[in-house]
C-alpha cells in the first residue's frame, strides 16, 4: 500500500514538473521569437496572432469544453476593446491615472459584466436556441453601435494613444515590440488561467454539462448556472483579448464586435479542433497566418479559409490537433516511421490536385476581374496567359490527375495509418 | 415512529388527458431495500421521474424525509440527499470514467461552482472516486472515455455515478436490465454492498434480483399501486399472481409472435 | 395618416410574407431534421443570382420557375453528400457545417458575381403602378410579389394538409420514429425536404432580388431576421413562423414609415431633455433609425418572457 501510494506521489510530482516545463518552455519560446522573427511585418502579426489566442481560446471555453455554440462572441470582445480603449482616453484626459498596460483587465471585467446580464437569459439552453440568441444579440450590439455614438463612436469608432499613463520598466509602448512583450505577458497569464479554470469544479462540470445535461441535474448541479459561469468566463478573457486589441491597434470599431468577426473566431478554434485545449490556439496561429500572409498574394484567401473549414467540419471534426494527436497512439509504439513513406507517396498527388484547384479558381477569378486588354496574371510568382488555352489545360489535367491519384493511395495511406496505431497489429508483440 | 425516507401522497401524473400514475400512496422506510415491479407501461419509471424529479406531478405530495419536494428541480432533490440512476444508461460519454464518478461527488463534497480550487488538488475527492472505482469493478478502465466502455461496465458505472455523491436515498431504475447471468449476479452483490445502511428504491423486471435484494416489494399496476409487501407475502398475493402473472403471460406472447 | 397606414400595411404584407416562405422552408427542415439550417438564406440569394443572370437569356418568368428548382437539386445534394455526413457527429456540428455552408456560398457568389450590387430589374411587365392614392403609388412589381407570396402559402398549406405527402411530413415532425418504422424512406423524405426548402427561399430570393437588392450580403442581412423569426415564432411551430413572419412584416415597415424620436414619445408627457445630456444618443433616436434592430429587441424580449416562442411547444 504504501509502495503504491509512494510511486503514486512520484508520478504526480513527475506530472506537475512536466505540467510546469511546458510553460516555461511557452514563456521562452515567447521571449525568444522577436529574435528570430524582426521585421516589423513579423511583430505585427505574432501581435495579432496573440490576441486571436487569447480570443480563440475565450471562445472555446464555451464550444469545446461548455457545449454552447456561440454566432457572437465578438460582442464581449468588442465591447471590452471599447472599454479599455475609453480607459486609454480617460488617461488621456487625466481623469485618473491607471496603467495603460492593465487597462486589458478591466476591458476583461467589462466582457464578463455584459456576459453576466446577457448570459442571464440566453444560458437557459445550450443548442439550436443558444446559438440562435447569440446570433441575434450578436446583431442587436453590432446595430447599437452605430446608433450609440457616445459609446461607439459611431462609423469612425473610438481610438486614442496608448502611450499615455504610467509606463513600466521604462516602456511606454511607443514601439510594436514593446507590445510585443506586453500581449505575450498577457497571453501566457490568460492562457495559464484559461487552462487552470477547466480543471476546477465549475470548469469540469461544464464539461459535464456538455456531455449530458440531463446527468448533470441528477447529481446535483443546475446546467443554466453551470453554463452561465462558464459563458462569464469566456465574456471576461474575450474583454481581455479586446483590450489587448484596443493598446495594439489603438483604435475600435463597429467591425470589432461584427458577426464577420464572431464568425471568425468560430473558424479559428473549430479549425485548429475545439476538443482539445491547445486546438484554438493552433487554429489561431494558422488562421492569422492565413489573414496576413495568404491575403498578401491572393484575393481569393477567404473562399480558401472558408473551403478549408468545411472540409474541416465533413472530414476532420477533431481539428489539426485532432490530426496531430491521432499519431500518439503511433509515436507511443515506436512506428512513427513506419509512416513517412506511405505519408510522402500521398504528397505529391495532394499537391498536384491542389496547384490544379488554386490555379483554376485564380484564373477564373483573374479573367472576370482583368481590366480589358489585361492578359497575364502573377499569382504565387506563377505568371500566366490567362486568354491562351494552355494553362487551363495543365491547371485541369493536374487537378484530374492529382485527384485520381489522391483516391487510388488513400485507401494504402489509411491502412498503414491502420497498421501503425493498433495494438494488435504484427510487432506489436515485441 | 420515525418519518419514512420516502413518502408519497395520492401522486398523479398525466400527460395530456391519459392518466399514467393514479393516485399513488407509499412509505418507503429508512434504511430498508424497496422493489417497485409491475407490468410493461405500469408506469414505473414515471414514478420514478416525479420522485427524482424529472417530471412534475400533475397532484399529490412527495415527501423527501419528511420534506416536501413535489415540483422541485432535480438538482435541487439530489442536493436533499436523493440519487438516482437511469434505465437507459446516462454518463457523461467523453470524460474520463474517473471524472464521471468524481463528477458524481462534487456537490455533496462542498465544492459546488468553485472556480478558485482545482480538482486534482482535492485529494479527498481522488481518493473516494478511486475507492468508489474500485468498488465496482472498474478501477482498471480509469481514464478511458467512458462512452467506449462495453454496455455492462457502463452499467456499473452509472450506479457508481448514482452513489459517488453519498446520497442517503439511492434509486436504481432497472440495474441489470440487458445483462448477462453473470453480470447480473455480480451487480446483485454491488448493490447489496452499496445499499448497506441506505434506504434503496429500485425498479427491476427481472424477478430473481427482486426477490434476491429487496425488503419490501410494491406492485404497481396501470398506475396504480396494488400491493405493498414483503417479498414472501407478494409471492402469495392472488391478486397480484392474477394482474402481474396475467400480463407477464400476455407479453410473452407477444414475444413469440 | 390613413394613407401611411395603408401603404404600411401592404408592404408590411410583402415583406411578412416573404418572410414566411423563408421561415416556412426553415422551420420544415427544422422540424423534421432537427437543424437550424444556417445556410437557408444562402439559397434566398443564389435565387436571386441565378434569375438574375438567367433572365438575361430567358426571361424573368422561365427564369423565375427554373431558377428555385435548380436552387432546389443544391439543396437536395448539400443535404445528401453534406449534412448527412455531419448527422453522425451531433446537432452542433450540423449547425456548425450549414454556418460554414453559408459562408462558403457567399465566398462563391462573389468569386462569380463579384462584391458588387447587381444590376437585378424588375421586369418591364410588371414596371408600372398598380393603383395611385393620395399621391403615393403602389408598384405593380409588390403586388405580384404579394400574389405569388400568397399562392406559395396557399399550396404549402394544401400540400401539408390535404395530401399523403403532407401527412407523411405532418407525422414526421411530430414522431419521427414512427415514420421510419411505417416503412417509408426516412432519408429520402429528408433530402426532399432540404431540397423544397431550399427551392422555397429560392423563390423568395427571384421575386425580392430586385426590390431588397441583389448583392453578396443579402444573405445575411436577411438571413439573421429569418432567425428572429422562427425563434420568436416558436422553433418548429409553422403557424408560430407564419404570426412572427407578419407580425416582424408590418412592425419594421410601420418603423421606418413613423418619423419620431424618444425625446419626441416623452415630450407627450412634457418631459423634454436637454441636448448636451450624456444620454442624448438614446434621447434622439428615432424609430426609423432602430427599425432594423427591433426584430432582435423582440427576440430578446420574448425569451426572457416566453421562452418557448410565441406558438412553440418544444424545449429546444
Known amino acids: 500500500m504504501s509502495v503504491i501510494a509512494t510511486t503514486g506521489a512520484a508520478t504526480t510530482r513527475r506530472a506537475t514538473f512536466r505540467r510546469l516545463a511546458v510553460w516555461l518552455v511557452s514563456a521562452a519560446v515567447l521571449l525568444i521569437l522577436p529574435q528570430i522573427f524582426t521585421s516589423g511585418l513579423a511583430v505585427t502579426v505574432m501581435n495579432q496572432m496573440g490576441i486571436a489566442i487569447v480570443f480563440a481560446l475565450s471562445y472555446n471555453m464555451m464550444l469545446g469544453q461548455g457545449g454552447m455554440l456561440s454566432f457572437g462572441h465578438a460582442v464581449y470582445f468588442g465591447l471590452g476593446g471599447f472599454f479599455a480603449m475609453h480607459m486609454i482616453d480617460w488617461v488621456d484626459q487625466q481623469l485618473f491615472v491607471f496603467p495603460i498596460y492593465l487597462t486589458p483587465f478591466m476591458g476583461g471585467l467589462f466582457g464578463l459584466f455584459m456576459a453576466l446580464v446577457i448570459g442571464s437569459f440566453s444560458t437557459r439552453r445550450a443548442g439550436t436556441v443558444f446559438a440562435m440568441i447569440s446570433l441575434g444579440i450578436g446583431e442587436l450590439v453590432a446595430a447599437l453601435s452605430l446608433i450609440l455614438v457616445v459609446f461607439f463612436g459611431g ?68 446546467q443554466r448556472t453551470v453554463r452561465l459561469i462558464s459563458f462569464c468566463a469566456a465574456g471576461f478573457f474575450a474583454g481581455i483579448a479586446g483590450g489587448l486589441f484596443a493598446i495594439n491597434y489603438e483604435i475600435l470599431t463597429e467591425q470589432n464586435l461584427n458577426a464577420t468577426t464572431s464568425g471568425g473566431v468560430l473558424l479559428m478554434a473549430y479549425i485548429g479542433g ?41 472530414y476532420v471534426p477533431t481539428g489539426l490537433t485532432g490530426i496531430m494527436m491521432m499519431h500518439v497512439p503511433a509515436w507511443r509504439l515506436g512506428r512513427l516511421r513506419s509512416l513517412v513513406v506511405p505519408y510522402l507517396t500521398m504528397v505529391i498527388p495532394v499537391a498536384m490536385l491542389f496547384c490544379g484547384l488554386v490555379g483554376l479558381l485564380e484564373m477564373f477569378h483573374y479573367r472576370n476581374g482583368a481590366p480589358t486588354g489585361e492578359v497575364e496574371m502573377t499569382v504565387f510568382y506563377v505568371t500566366v496567359d490567362f486568354t491562351s488555352p494552355l494553362p487551363w489545360a495543365v491547371f485541369t489535367a493536374l487537378t484530374l490527375a492529382g485527384g485520381y491519384l489522391t483516391r487510388r493511395l488513400a485507401p494504402a495511406v489509411a491502412a498503414s495509418f491502420q497498421a501503425a496505431t493498433s495494438y494488435d497489429a504484427k510487432g506489436s508483440s515485441a | 415512529m420515525t418519518e419514512p425516507a420516502i413518502r408519497l401522497r395520492d401522486l398523479r401524473k398525466n400527460f395530456g388527458r391519459t392518466e399514467i400514475i393514479r393516485g399513488v400512496d407509499l412509505e418507503i422506510g429508512k434504511g430498508t431495500r424497496h422493489a417497485i415491479i409491475g407490468p410493461n407501461g405500469a408506469g414505473k419509471s414515471t414514478l420514478f421521474h416525479l420522485i427524482s424529479g424529472k417530471y412534475e406531478p400533475s397532484g399529490g405530495q412527495i415527501f423527501l424525509h419528511g420534506e416536501d419536494i413535489s415540483g422541485k428541480l432535480p438538482f435541487e432533490i439530489n442536493r436533499q440527499g436523493l440519487s438516482r440512476s437511469f434505465q437507459v444508461t446516462n454518463i457523461f460519454p467523453r470524460m474520463s470514467v474517473f471524472e464521471n464518478v468524481r463528477c458524481g461527488m462534487l456537490w455533496s463534497a462542498g465544492y459546488r461552482y ?31 472515455p467512458a462512452g467506449v466502455l462495453t454496455y455492462a461496465e457502463q452499467r456499473a458505472l452509472e450506479i457508481g455515478i448514482t452513489i459517488a455523491g453519498g446520497a442517503d436515498v439511492i434509486m436504481l431504475d432497472e440495474p441489470t436490465a440487458g445483462m448477462s447471468r453473470s453480470e447480473t449476479d455480480q451487480a446483485v452483490e454491488l448493490i447489496r454492498r452499496i445499499s448497506e445502511g441506505k434506504t434503496l428504491v429500485m425498479v ?54 | ?244 413572419s407578419i407580425m416582424i412584416g408590418l412592425i419594421q415597415t410601420v418603423a421606418v414609415a413613423l418619423d419620431v424620436s424618444v425625446s419626441d414619445f416623452f415630450g407627450l408627457f412634457g418631459m423634454s431633455f436637454s441636448p448636451d445630456d450624456f444620454l442624448v444618443d438614446v434621447w434622439t433616436i428615432t424609430l426609423p433609425q432602430i427599425a432594423p434592430i427591433i426584430p432582435y429587441l423582440m427576440l430578446v424580449l420574448m425569451l426572457i418572457f416566453r421562452p418557448q416562442g410565441l406558438m412553440g411547444k418544444r424545449e429546444s
Open chain 1, 155 to 222: 462609423e469612425e469608432g473610438v481610438s486614442g494613444d496608448r502611450t499615455t499613463g504610467p509606463g513600466i520598466f521604462g516602456f511606454n509602448f511607443l514601439q510594436d515590440i514593446e507590445v510585443y512583450y506586453l500581449i505575450a505577458v498577457w497571453v501566457l497569464v490568460a492562457v495559464l488561467f484559461m487552462y487552470l479554470f477547466s480543471r476546477t469544479p465549475a470548469g469540469r462540470m461544464a464539461n459535464a454539462v456538455r456531455d449530458n445535461p440531463e446527468r448533470a441535474e441528477f447529481v446535483g448541479y443546475s
Open chain 1, 274 to 314: 475545439i476538443g482539445y485545449f491547445i486546438g484554438p490556439i493552433v487554429g489561431a496561429v494558422i488562421f492569422t497566418l492565413l489573414q496576413t500572409v495568404l491575403s498578401g498574394y491572393t484575393d481569393l484567401w477567404v473562399l480558401y479559409v472558408g473551403l478549408v473549414f468545411l472540409a474541416t467540419v465533413l
Open chain 2, 114 to 144: 468553485a472556480f478558485w480550487r482545482l480538482v486534482d488538488q482535492l485529494r479527498d475527492l481522488t481518493e473516494e472516486s478511486e475507492r468508489i472505482l474500485e468498488e465496482i469493478g472498474l478501477a482498471d478502465r480509469r481514464d478511458i
Open chain 2, 204 to 257: 427491476e423486471h427481472d424477478m430473481g434480483v427482486v426477490f434476491d435484494l429487496a425488503d419490501k416489494i410494491s406492485v404497481l399496476v396501470y398506475g396504480e399501486l396494488i400491493a405493498t409487501d414483503t417479498p414472501e407475502r407478494i409471492r402469495g398475493n392472488k391478486a397480484v399472481q392474477e394482474a402481474y402473472l396475467g400480463t407477464a403471460e400476455e407479453a410473452e406472447e407477444m414475444a413469440d409472435a
Open chain 3, 1 to 244: 395618416m390613413f394613407e401611411l397606414i395603408l401603404f404600411s400595411i401592404l408592404n408590411g404584407l410583402v415583406y411578412g410574407l416573404l418572410l414566411f416562405m423563408l421561415s416556412s422552408g426553415l422551420t420544415l427542415i427544422f422540424s423534421m431534421m432537427g437543424v437550424l439550417n444556417f445556410a437557408h438564406a444562402s439559397f434566398y440569394m443564389l435565387g436571386a443570382y441565378f434569375a438574375f443572370t438567367m433572365s438575361g437569356y430567358i426571361g424573368f418568368f422561365p427564369a423565375l420557375i427554373i431558377a428555385p428548382i435548380i436552387a432546389g437539386l443544391l439543396g437536395a445534394l448539400v443535404e445528401r453528400y453534406g449534412l448527412r455526413h455531419v448527422h453522425r457527429y451531433g446537432h452542433v456540428a450540423e449547425l456548425i457545417f450549414t454556418f460554414g455552408l453559408a459562408f462558403l456560398i457567399e465566398e462563391v457568389v462573389q468569386f462569380f458575381w463579384g462584391k458588387q450590387l447587381q444590376d437585378y430589374r424588375v421586369p418591364e411587365v410588371l414596371d408600372f403602378t398598380f393603383f395611385e392614392m393620395f399621391g403615393n403609388a403602389f408598384p405593380a412589381y409588390k403586388a405580384f410579389m404579394l400574389l405569388v407570396s400568397i399562392a406559395i402559402f396557399v399550396l404549402l398549406f394544401a400540400v401539408l394538409t390535404r395530401s399523403r405527402v403532407g401527412m407523411i411530413i405532418q407525422a414526421a415532425i411530430t414522431h419521427p420514429n414512427i415514420v421510419a418504422m411505417l416503412g417509408h424512406n426516412v432519408p429520402f423524405i429528408f433530402m426532399a425536404t432540404f431540397g423544397v426548402g431550399s427551392a422555397l427561399a429560392a423563390i423568395a430570393g427571384v421575386i425580392a432580388g430586385p426590390v431588397l437588392g441583389t448583392g453578396p450580403a443579402m444573405a445575411f442581412e436577411l438571413g439573421t431576421i429569418v432567425f428572429v423569426v422562427v425563434v420568436f415564432g416558436g422553433l418548429g411551430s409553422l403557424s408560430g413562423a407564419f404570426v412572427a
